[in-house]
């Protein structure tokens, strides 16, 4: 029997046992996140744009455009908050998110686009699909020290908006408006709910 020690001949050849793979760690893509920060407390999913074959997360609505394309992009899963804080972690730190606005819908949210897609500028809004204006450098920065305080940030604003948000969404008042609106336009009742809470802060704005 002939013993072979390596495919293909020669000094170059390739040696299956010694030459294997060494490196098993494992890897964790980057992912590309749009919308509230996950403390708002919204329910969000994991989105594909098929033209690029880029996913990325952002929350969730009746229609979500790509921010790469403009076009519609297809719905993977479907997350809580707490899942995309731990699928995330530092990602969603604060000076790695850059807040943008659109002129179009006059809706405003966080990315990390300007990290992860760094030398592209070219995005649409999430939320109607229109191109949005370059960036501004600031919107990419943590406000310096000496700006005005953000009250959002205290832990006790969030505690008492974490708490009337729990209570509204458990009231009988909500979840009747969630069925009935989930009927209405062929969504689920958590769906139909989330879209009030987006109503709900756009009118606050």
């Given at each position: 029997?002939?013993?072979?020690?390596?495919?293909?001949?020669?000094?170059?050849?390739?040696?299956?046992?010694?030459?294997?793979?060494?490196?098993?760690?494992?890897?964790?893509?980057?992912?590309?996140?749009?919308?509230p920060?996950?403390?708002?407390?919204?329910?969000?999913?994991?989105?594909?744009?098929?033209?690029?074959?880029?996913?990325?997360?952002?929350?969730?609505?009746?229609?979500?455009?790509?921010?790469?394309?403009?076009?519609s992009?297809?719905?993977?899963?479907?997350?809580?908050?707490?899942?995309?804080?731990?699928?995330?972690?530092?990602?969603?730190k604060?000076?790695?998110?850059?807040?943008?606005?659109?002129?179009?819908?006059?809706?405003?949210?966080?990315d990390?686009?300007?990290?992860?897609?760094?030398g592209?500028?070219?995005?649409?809004?999430?939320?109607?699909?229109s191109?949005?204006?370059?960036?501004?450098?600031?919107?990419?920065?943590?406000?310096?020290?000496?700006?005005?305080?953000?009250?959002?940030k205290?832990?006790?604003?969030?505690?008492?908006?974490?708490?009337?948000?729990?209570?509204?969404?458990?009231?009988v008042?909500?979840?009747?408006?969630?069925?009935?609106l989930?009927?209405?336009?062929?969504?689920?009742?958590?769906?139909a709910?989330m879209?009030?809470?987006?109503?709900?802060?756009?009118?606050?704005?």
């Amino acid at each position: 029997m002939k013993l072979i020690l390596a495919y293909g001949g020669g000094s170059g050849g390739y040696y299956p046992y010694t030459q294997k793979p060494v490196d098993y760690q494992p890897y964790r893509p980057v992912y590309l996140f749009r919308g509230p920060p996950p403390d708002a407390g919204f329910s969000y999913g994991l989105y594909e744009d098929e033209d690029t074959g880029k996913k990325y997360y952002a929350e969730l609505g009746l229609d979500s455009f790509s921010p790469l394309s403009g076009k519609s992009s297809k719905l993977l899963e479907e997350m809580t908050h707490e899942q995309i804080e731990q699928k995330l972690g530092d990602d969603l730190k604060q000076d790695h998110l850059g807040e943008r606005s659109c002129q179009n819908c006059d809706s405003k949210y966080f990315d990390n686009f300007h990290l992860t897609l760094k030398g592209r500028d070219d995005f649409f809004c999430h939320r109607c699909g229109s191109r949005l204006p370059p960036a501004d450098k600031d919107t990419c920065q943590v406000e310096e020290a000496t700006s005005a305080p953000n009250i959002g940030k205290d832990p006790s604003v969030i505690a008492f908006v974490k708490r009337s948000l729990e209570l509204l969404m458990k009231s009988v008042q909500m979840k009747e408006l969630g069925a009935r609106l989930g009927e209405r336009y062929g969504l689920s009742p958590e769906k139909a709910q989330m879209q009030v809470f987006l109503a709900l802060k756009d009118a606050i704005r």
